[in-house]
């Protein structure tokens, strides 16, 4: 199994980001995923998911309405759109197969002015 991001980077307070997650070792549609986040000196929370089969997802009060998490599974990529990102949203965002709990390297977003 394994889970590689990327997408991150520098941006403008207002501005997007759009996070991928290239999956491998497993049939993607299986599983539930997640996007976590972690700002320096914070512990790791979570902040959107997405459901096997159905795609139902859930998302942090804080991105909701900004954030938007979907999947591709003949891509084996799972995605977090990011939309009017705000300095808060400083961290480094990991992906995250939940059966087995398995981690990407995770990529830093960098909300600044």
């Known amino acids: 199994v394994q889970l590689v991001e990327s997408g991150g980077g520098l941006v403008q307070p207002g501005g997007s980001l759009r996070l991928s997650c290239v999956t491998s070792?497993?049939?993607?549609?299986?599983?539930?995923m997640r996007w976590y986040r972690q700002a320096p000196g914070k512990e790791r929370e979570l902040v959107a998911g997405?459901?096997?089969?159905?795609?139902?997802?859930n998302y942090a009060d804080s991105v909701k309405g900004r954030f938007t998490i979907s999947r591709d599974n003949a891509k084996n990529t799972v995605y977090l759109q990011m939309n009017s990102l705000k300095p808060e949203d400083t961290a480094v965002y990991y992906c995250?197969?939940?059966?087995?709990?398995?981690w990407g390297q995770g990529t830093q977003v960098t909300v600044s002015s």
């Open positions: 995250n197969r939940v059966n087995g709990d398995y």
């Open positions: 070792g497993f049939t993607l549609s299986n599983y539930r």
């Open positions: 997405i459901l096997s089969y159905v795609s139902t997802t």
